[in-house]
């Protein structure tokens, strides 16, 4: 598997219309980490989730914006900005604009984990 071409990959059914498409890593966890393509339609939001290790997402095309727990208000995103979310830290983004937006978003596990727990209120 050292070279990948993202067009022979097939784009896996992702939930409100975005797809996905797995470029590093498999159902039996035989990588460190997981890398994929995610193409996303306007409008589209991931919801408020966390994971259990860091993630790292890089916007290639589109615009949106994303809130990351503890970094303060929504922050706009696009092209050439990547975000690292911390393990256990709130986050989510959304597509603003009129285009899709693409993104490659790096998993530090074998498995891909997204936890929606909502917050524990006092």
């Known amino acids: 598997m050292p070279v990948i071409h993202v067009d022979t990959v097939p784009p896996e059914a992702f939930h409100d219309g975005a797809t996905y498409q797995t470029l590093v890593g498999d159902e039996a966890g035989s990588t460190p980490v997981r890398l994929g393509l995610q193409v996303s339609p306007p409008g589209f939001c991931t919801g408020e989730h966390q994971h259990p290790y860091m993630e790292i997402v890089t916007v290639i095309e589109g615009e949106g914006e994303a809130w990351i727990e503890g970094e303060g ?50």
């Open 73 to 122: 208000d929504l922050m706009a995103i696009g092209p050439g900005v990547t975000m690292v979310f911390p393990p256990r830290v709130r986050h989510y983004f959304r597509v603003t604009g009129d285009l899709p937006m693409k993104i490659y978003g790096v998993h530090a596990s074998p498995d891909r984990i997204i936890m929606r727990e909502p917050p524990e209120k006092p």
